[in-house]
Nanobody, 114 residues
Framework: VQLQASGGGLVQAGGSLRLSCAAS????????MDWYRQAPGKQRELVALITNGGSTNYADSVKGRFTISRDIAKNTVSLQMNSLKPEDTAVYYC?????????WGQGTLVTVSS
């Protein structure tokens, strides 16, 4: 299984970006797809997740600003990020859990300037 993320870039505070991630080589149902991020000098943290049933969960810091969505048939997950803040600057990683294995994408850099 490979995860290919795209959509990162540089944006001004208050702007929007959309991240996308496509999973290939998938033979079984993907239980959970989600996005993590890691800012310089900080630990990787969960940003948002979505289950194959459509349930979602968000970090408190992004609630109301980010929206995760998923196309199960295409094995893709997206993260719409609005009202971006400088503290959202990080490398964002796509992640998929296919029992019993975790898979990670290569990361895409999001930089929010003030």
């Amino acid at each position: 299984v490979q995860l290919q993320a795209s959509g990162g870039g540089l944006v001004q505070a208050g702007g929007s970006l959309r991240l996308s991630c496509a999973a290939s080589g998938v033979s079984y149902n993907i239980n959970v797809m989600d996005w993590y991020r890691q800012a310089p000098g900080k630990q990787r943290e969960l940003v948002a997740l979505i289950t194959n049933g459509g349930s979602t969960n968000y970090a408190d810091s992004v609630k109301g600003r980010f929206t995760i969505s998923r196309d199960i048939a295409k094995n893709t997950v997206s993260l719409q990020m609005n009202s971006l803040k400088p503290e959202d600057t990080a490398v964002y990683y796509c992640h998929a859990y296919i029992y019993p294995t975790n898979y990670w994408g290569q990361g895409t850099l999001v930089t929010v300037s003030s």
